[in-house]
């Protein structure tokens, strides 16, 4: 990075943190339709600050859903393209009380910004900015040729972003993409994220009779809708956490012994994970395999939400006449999942008790990705953050999902850069998520250097 980038960055960096409070005060919460003028005020901030970086044809993109912001500078012939993505919603805040600082007032303490969506996905995505801003202004230019897509529906299933890649390959045209929505496996030091698992996410719908009855004058002889979502689900997993889909583990492919290797050098301690991550009495989870395994390279099934009858205080014994349960499965390289959603769609069915019916509603999906750490523009993102950072850079998988980097290997063809900052304690959609500042400005730094490491890099 040259001394004017860095001088830069250094004499803005106040101006930055205000930028990104502001940003963070707007509740963009994509999921409820009551924030829907906040999701407008979020997509115009971005706007914004894209064209005041220096970025072109900046626009705000309507969709059937939320709006994505696109922007460009391509004026480096003969230079790589590399494509930014992020998205501006954030996850609704709830429960508020267990706040120690209102979610949407940002509160710095102990070098950590604390607000939602500040580090998923708004403080991570304003990097790009800042590091386009930064070039931009000590330069005149940027090393490459650099393009901007941020969706605003990352948080409910990424719809109107997967359509709009799909039908515009030509206008996204890139040599790289890079993401920055994912984390650092401990603080200071740099993380490369080479795999990310799949996504199946339903609703389970089950309905009995017509309307809700007295359970003292139907009980015994009415279906209960929630007791048939309880049967089921009980009835998906052993108590050992083996998944009970036929078929389901039959594309599973373990990680080579040499990315295990790897993973086994990383500095994780298990009982630091289960007090100050977890939280619970004991880890739980498939036995015969490391928990590192378990997090990013094996599937699993989780319920996120049961509901169903009364739900106020006090009593009221009705058979309820509708219930729904939220389940999902997290998937590994090679699973399919259309495939997998429906042979969960033909279990349900035969685990259906008599007296119900049961819908299936397909939520989203994502499909599982691997990279190869060796591509050369990897190497380039390798490099800058081993610079940046000043430790070798460790590679990781994580175990969630980023739908839109499959879509953009499918079809975009190129290698996509995972290149997070957060950490594993950001408390990602939960109360009190956080962003260590520190990693905010050092994220600056080792975008802009990849940038400029790009621009030397064979393909």
């Keep these: 990075m040259s001394t004017q980038v860095s001088a830069y960055i250094d004499s803005n960096k106040d101006r930055f943190l205000e930028e990104l409070k502001t940003f963070l005060k707007i509740p963009s919460v994509s999921t409820l339709p009551e924030h829907k003028p906040d999701i407008e005020q979020a997509s115009e901030f971005v706007a914004a600050k894209l064209r005041a970086a220096g970025m072109e044809k900046v626009e705000r993109i309507p969709t059937a859903g939320h709006p994505l912001i696109y922007g460009e500078w391509v004026a480096a012939p003969g230079k790589p393209t590399v494509l930014c993505y992020g998205h501006y919603d954030v996850q609704p805040p709830d429960p508020l009380e267990e706040w120690v600082t209102p979610p949407f007032e940002p509160s710095i303490r102990n070098d950590n910004l604390y607000a939602r969506g500040s580090s998923d996905d708004k403080g991570q995505m304003y990097i790009h900015v800042k590091a386009a801003e930064a070039l931009l202004r000590a330069h005149g230019a940027l090393p490459v040729n650099v393009k901007f897509l941020i969706e605003g529906e990352e948080e409910v299933g990424g719809l109107a972003v997967d359509k709009y890649v799909k039908q515009n390959a030509e206008k996204l045209r890139c040599d790289v993409a890079l993401i920055s929505d994912t984390e650092m496996f401990a603080p200071d030091l740099p993380t490369l994220c080479i795999g990310l698992r799949g996504l199946v996410y339903t609703e389970l719908i089950a309905t009995g009779a017509a309307q809700d009855l007295h359970s003292g004058m139907y009980g015994g002889a009415a279906p209960n809708p929630l007791m048939g979502l309880i049967r089921i689900i009980s009835r998906l997993q052993t108590p050992d956490y083996r998944i009970q889909i036929p078929g389901f583990y039959d594309n599973v492919e373990p990680p080579t012994p040499e990315e295990k290797a790897s993973w086994a050098r990383l500095p994780f301690d298990e009982k630091e994970f289960l007090q100050k991550e977890v939280g619970s009495p004991c880890l739980v989870g498939e036995e015969g395999f490391e928990v590192l395994e378990r997090l990013w390279a094996r599937p699993t099934l989780e319920v996120h939400g049961l509901v169903g009858g009364f739900q106020g205080e006090g009593a009221k014994t009705v058979i309820p006449a509708k219930a729904s349960a939220k389940v999902s499965m997290r998937l590994v390289p ?22 119900l019916r049961v819908q299936v509603k397909m939520l989203s999906t994502a499909e599982a990705v691997l990279m190869s750490p060796t591509h050369p523009y990897l190497q380039a993102a390798v490099e800058s953050l081993t610079g940046t950072f000043r430790k070798p850079t460790v590679f990781i998988r994580a175990g969630g999902s980023i739908p839109i980097v499959a879509r953009f290997q499918d079809s975009l063809g190129v290698p996509v850069v995972l290149m997070g900052f957060g950490l594993p304690d950001d408390r990602l959609h939960s109360p009190n998520e956080k962003f260590y500042l520190p990693n905010f400005f050092d994220g600056i730094r080792a975008v802009t250097q990849f940038w400029e490491n790009l621009a030397e890099a064979e393909p």
Aim: proline share 14%; no cysteine; charged share 25%.
């Design 334 to 355: 090679r699973q399919d999942p259309q495939k997998i959603l429906a042979a969960f769609e033909k279990q349900v069915e035969q685990l259906t008790p008599p007296g």
